[in-house]
């Protein structure tokens, strides 16, 4: 009997179930939650308190991890070619749609602007109504391929798109007032030792813990309420500029068709760049002109400095980044788009340093500031180095204070009468107009700075045929949120003029 069970080991004769073979106990594993889960989660909280009802389709298409691509057309290599190549894919020219667009706009703002003078004469008869409403019927079935959008926005007052009174500042929302509504959650809690500054508007307060020796996370968005009161200056801008050499390329609404991937030319570089394309706006805000002289702040990974390179404008451009992997990221991209020709002119530059400590004042007239940010889309698709890991707590609550100093130093560099374009791919209001209230009043405050920002607005009208602009009440820029029909971005940006 002992020389059988010596010949049979108990782990053969006995099956052990899979729950007592982990490492970890089973129980925990199934609470383990990844950073992407709480990226989500956080969204999810947050997000939906801002959107609202836009969030379940602005959620659904974050989730979908590839973005609508735009292509920006290579210079440098066979221009009427690729041209030719990506119109026979069926591609439609952004600054085509974009100016056939807006001659719609202007049509109907004049039929409309005709209609509520006849109905002002008649004194706002019901007949009168009715005749204006079938006019615009008629309209559009005329228009109805190319300007259905932009008729839904001049039949209504309030659209997602049209901000009446911009000046008006947000009020700030105190937590404080909701207290009386609060559910206990565990997983929104810092050591209060941790000693942070951050931004506090737009915070949600459904969900809050505190303990003794703990706070809020959002309680370290306190020194925003201290800019609460700063007022700037908000003009209009009607038009949005297009350089006449910077071509890009994208596909008409809900066709979200893939570009093939680009081919080398006759000069030896890649035909087309593609990136997503709410990342053009910023370049677009830009207004670059001949003889510019422009820095890109953070430019890793190098598309939106290839697409500035594109428009043929600037005398000399600067593309910047803090650490050397991202630096060769920039170049990497520089060395597959830009031809020998151009390198050997000296027309740009890749440096290496902070942007916060750049001191080159009143040497560049056009400052593009893409700064560091959640990344919102990636983050729900990879863990790899994710803002919502544990260890990059600290980090993730200190990003709108780094971001504020970034833009400063921007509006303190720029020269009188340069422009400042702030850009994020993310859906925060903290780190999108929060930020830029910020960085406006510290740039006074410090450097007694005059800027305008500007209202672009109407400039963005054309383009709601491809792009869906977030209606949450911003103050300062503008947002594109992702849709399912077009699924670019997020991707917030902010035009700032410096008067003095």
């Excluded at 009446?164 to 959650?185: A, F, G, H, T």
């Excluded at 910020?438 to 045929?465: G, I, N, R, W």
């Amino acid at each position: 009997m002992a020389l059988l069970l010596n010949k049979f080991k108990f782990p053969q004769l006995m099956k052990v179930p899979v729950r007592y073979k982990a490492k970890e106990h089973w129980a925990k594993l199934r609470k383990k939650k990844t950073p992407t889960d709480k990226a989500l989660e956080h969204f999810d909280d947050f997000y939906a308190s801002v959107y609202q009802d836009s969030w379940p389709n602005i959620r659904a298409a974050l989730l979908k991890e590839e973005c609508k691509y735009m292509a920006i057309v290579n210079n440098f290599s066979d221009t009427e070619r690729i041209q030719s190549d990506l119109e026979l894919l069926g591609t439609i020219n952004l600054e085509n749609l974009y100016n056939t667009q807006k001659d719609n706009v202007r049509f109907l703002n004049a039929v409309k602007k005709s209609e509520m003078s006849k109905l002002q004469k008649e004194n706002n008869s019901i007949d009168a109504t009715n005749t204006s409403k079938d006019q615009l019927d008629e309209l559009e079935k005329i228009y109805s391929t190319n300007s259905l959008n932009v008729l839904e926005g001049l039949r209504a007052e309030d659209t997602e798109t049209v901000k009446e009174d911009r000046s008006v500042p947000v009020k700030l929302q105190s937590i404080e007032d909701d207290l009386n509504e609060i559910n206990l959650d565990t997983n929104r809690i810092i050591n209060s030792s941790v000693n942070l500054s951050s931004l506090h508007e737009y915070i949600p307060a459904t969900k809050i813990k505190g303990l003794d020796d703990w706070v809020l996370e959002s309680d370290h968005y306190k020194f925003y309420g201290k800019a609460a009161d700063h007022q700037t200056n908000i003009e209009k801008e009607s038009v949005l500029s297009f350089p006449k050499h910077l071509h890009a390329y994208t596909y008409e609404r809900g066709n979200n068709t893939r570009f093939p991937n680009p081919k080398k030319g006759s000069t030896g570089v890649l035909d087309y760049y593609l990136f997503d394309g709410g990342s053009i706006l910023p370049v677009l805000a830009l207004d670059i002109q001949l003889g510019d002289t422009v820095l890109d702040m953070c430019a890793a990974p190098g598309g939106k400095a290839l697409t500035i390179l594109q428009t043929l404008l600037p005398r000399t451009l600067v593309a910047n980044d803090i650490q050397r992997s991202r630096v060769n990221r920039i170049k990497g991209v520089m060395n597959q788009y830009v031809s020998d020709v151009y390198k050997t002119e000296k027309m740009m530059f890749i440096t290496e340093q902070d942007a916060r400590a750049i001191d080159e004042t009143n040497i560049y007239n056009k400052i593009l500031v893409d700064v560091p940010c959640t990344t919102d889309r990636h983050i729900l698709h990879s863990d790899d180095n994710n803002i919502f890991k544990p260890s990059r707590l600290k980090e993730r609550l200190r990003m709108p204070e780094l971001q504020s100093e970034i833009l400063t130093n921007a509006l303190k560099l720029v020269s009188v009468g340069g422009t400042v374009v702030y850009s994020t791919c993310s859906l925060s209001p903290i780190q999108n107009d929060g930020v830029v209230q910020v960085a406006l009043q510290k740039a006074y405050q410090e450097s007694d700075c005059d800027l305008v920002v500007k209202d672009m607005t109407e400039a963005l009208v054309p383009l709601q045929y491809i792009y869906q602009f977030g209606n949450i009440g911003s103050k300062y820029g503008h947002i594109v949120i992702p849709s399912i029909k077009n699924n670019w971005g997020p991707m917030y940006f902010c035009k700032i003029v410096k008067i003095q």
